[in-house]
């Protein structure tokens, strides 16, 4: 868990800027993350503890038929948390909550980059990345 990483644990969890990191979640706040799966608080005390150690991080938000409305909402908390970039990628296939239909959530996610430009905050999706090196944060999309 995060909250109990050292920073050299954090410093190595995935192939990003070499000090960097990338966390999974699935909404905005405690209750609609915790519907798809349980911990948010120790995420957010996580991320903390790394923005505390200079260890910069990016967020990726699993969309699915129950957050994608709150997409914006997930770009202004990734940046208050001091995110250095935002995703937004379908939930793994065995995840209990369905991924959210494309048609339906595209014009969200067109909010959520008209927000994070606003921010000034690097922003992607698997088809779409504001600016390109976004993708450098989000290795898996």
């Known amino acids: 868990m995060i909250v109990e990483a050292t920073v050299e ?9 070499p000090d960097g990191i990338w966390v999974e979640v699935f909404g905005a706040n ?3 993350h915790d519907y798809h799966a349980p911990g948010f608080k120790q995420i957010v ?26 997409a914006v909402e997930m770009v202004q908390v990734a940046h208050a948390l001091g995110a250095r970039a935002v995703g937004f990628a379908p ?3 065995a995840c209990r909550v369905p991924a959210a239909q494309p048609e339906l959530a595209a014009p969200f996610l067109e909010r959520a980059f008209q927000a994070a430009r ?3 905050m690097p922003i992607a999706t698997r088809d779409r990345a504001e600016p390109s090196s976004a993708l450098d944060w989000l290795p898996e999309l």
């Open 91 to 93: 939930p793994e296939p």
């Open 118 to 120: 606003v921010l000034g």
């Open 9 to 17: 644990e954090l410093s190595g969890a995935s192939a990003l800027p």
């Open 30 to 32: 405690a209750p609609m």
């Open 45 to 70: 005390l996580g991320l903390r503890r790394a923005r505390v150690r200079r260890v910069p991080f990016a967020l990726v938000y699993r969309t699915t038929r129950s957050n994608y409305r709150h």
